[in-house]
């Protein structure tokens, strides 16, 4: 068998193993975590420059056609497609079919498509020249003065925004508003346009998860250095978006360790319990090996005694020897019972003889027994019946067995001149019967055990209280079997008090008995 520090030694090293495992579980779930929010940071940015870009586009797209003529649309597909070919301008634009992945033109590109080089320098083109240019700037100028809630389509940009999110793989719920730097407030919220009488206070508390949000871009370009609005956006279940992918991976790591913990600490326990009771196992048969060489080898000496020729003529000490290996024989034989009687009850293997039974006689008898040893220890037995119906079903023989029991280790365990008694009483459905001792007593950890087979209280001496650790493991499976009850109290140096419940009935008549 394993010595006691091997086990500790491995156990220390499986606990760290174990330790490692889970530190690494759960570096491993951060970083994906860490990872999903740059990912999902990285992809919100990207929709909403997206969606600037786009509604910058569908001004530009106006101001096309604003300005749009047959002669300029001509002019402007064949300006541009040459100079694109040139490497002159690096923008592009279909006209007869405007799609949303198309490079938005800049204020720069138009009017230099429009009015610069190569138109000739006649009296017509050059004032057709100025006359667009005039118009360009006119238009451009006017935005500067003209508010965001004019600018924006409502409808567009709630589509673009869904739709920008969406193909980045951002499905979630989200809130979105438009900041106005002039009025220093939102006036757009939701796919609504918001009515605010210039009270930033009031905006600012209806949407102050908005104000708070980290995820705006610019709307438009800037006028005097500075963008007119914000487009911000606000994720509530964003937590929930982000642990998405990783739940189920984590949930695979929390069960798997959790299983990988579950058997490490079972395999801890069993180890545990077949070192106990490996050590039990070999305390019980050294204590049977002591319980049985006494009377072996006082059988042994008889058997010389008898034949030797002094004393087999001599018919008297013949008898007498005969009585002393009878006496011993039957002692082997009763150890050697309850050995058998443990091993039926673990096979679940005997009947109850079910008979009425004064519990009053079967006390009287076995302190009368019991009695005869305290005595020569100087001690005293005694029973208090108080119980007024003693009469219960049992069996006769189990149930005597159970108070001899009893009483048998309330003498081993006590100190000189031991101070024993049972007392009896009736209590609902049955009698009670107390078996108490002022002997050593029993630890906490010891009451855990005594009723495990093979188990013996420690005494600091091996033989010093025979025994083979049975009696109170029998005890309890009787008991058991009566569907009775057995409770022990006791405190080191105070002695031990057992009290036993005897039901009137056993409910069910010559069944094999449960285990305890």
């Not at 491995?10 to 606990?15: E, Q, T």
């Not at 739709?163 to 989200?174: A, F, H, P, R, S």
């Not at 007119?228 to 964003?238: A, E, N, R």
Request: charged share 25%; aromatic share 10%.
């Amino acid at each position: 068998m394993m010595n006691k520090k091997a086990i500790w030694i491995i156990i220390g090293l499986m606990s760290a193993a174990l330790l490692g495992v889970c530190w690494l579980q759960v570096n491993w779930i951060r970083s994906s975590i860490r990872l999903n929010q740059e990912q999902f940071d990285k992809n919100v940015f990207a929709a909403l420059n997206r969606v600037s870009e786009r509604l910058e586009y569908d001004e530009q797209l106006d101001f096309y056609n604003f300005v749009n003529n047959g002669y300029v649309r001509s002019y402007m597909e064949k300006e541009l497609l040459d100079r694109i070919r040139e490497g002159e301008v690096t923008v592009s634009l279909s006209f007869d079919n405007v799609s949303n992945d198309q490079v938005k033109l800049s204020r720069q590109d138009l009017l230099t498509v429009l009015v610069s080089e190569p138109l000739c320098n006649c009296d017509k083109c050059t004032s057709e020249r100025v006359s667009k240019f005039s118009q360009m700037m006119k238009y451009y100028e006017g935005l500067d003065y003209t508010t965001l809630e004019d600018r924006i389509n409502l409808e567009h940009m709630d589509g673009y925004i869904s739709q920008e999110l969406k193909n980045l793989g951002i499905d979630t719920e989200y809130k979105y508003g438009v900041y106005s730097r002039p009025k220093k407030s939102f006036v757009i919220g939701n796919n609504y346009f918001l009515v605010t009488d210039d009270n930033p206070q009031v905006t600012q508390e209806s949407y102050k998860d908005l104000y708070t949000s980290k995820y705006r871009v610019n709307l438009f370009q800037p006028q005097n250095g500075q963008a007119p609005g914000l487009l911000m956006v606000f994720f509530p279940s964003k937590a929930s978006f982000v642990w998405a992918n990783v739940w189920r991976n984590l949930a695979a790591a929390v069960v798997f360790t959790a299983l990988i913990l579950f058997c490490f600490a079972y395999t801890v326990l069993v180890i545990f319990r077949q070192k106990k009771l490996s050590e039990m196992k070999t305390d019980f048969i050294n204590n049977m090996t002591h319980e049985f060489k006494t009377p072996i080898a006082t059988i042994s000496l008889a058997a010389d005694s008898i034949t030797s020729p002094k004393v087999s003529a001599d018919s008297t000490k013949v008898q007498r020897f005969a009585n002393i290996i009878k006496e011993e024989n039957k002692r082997m034989n009763s150890q050697v019972e309850k050995v058998l009687q443990m091993a039926l009850i673990d096979k679940r293997d005997f009947d109850l003889r079910l008979t009425e039974v004064n519990l009053h006689d079967v006390v009287n008898r076995a302190v009368e027994n019991i009695g005869l040893q305290v005595e020569k220890r100087g001690g005293t037995a005694k029973a208090f019946l108080e119980a007024g119906n003693p009469i219960v079903e049992g069996d006769l023989t189990h149930i005597s067995n159970i108070i001899n029991n009893l009483l048998d280790n309330a003498n081993k365990y006590s100190s000189d001149a031991p101070e024993i008694s049972v007392h009896t009483c009736n209590v609902a459905n049955g009698v009670e019967v107390m078996v108490k001792d002022k002997g050593i007593g029993m630890s906490k950890e010891s009451r855990k055990h005594i009723f495990d087979k093979f188990y013996r209280v420690p005494t600091g001496n091996l033989h010093d209280v025979k025994g083979f650790g049975l009696g109170l493991s029998y005890v309890k499976a009787l008991m058991t079997a009566h569907k009775g009850q057995i409770e022990v109290k006791s405190e080191l140096g105070k002695g031990s008090s057992f009290i036993l419940f005897f039901p009137y009935l056993v409910e069910t008549r010559h069944t094999v008995a449960e285990s305890a």
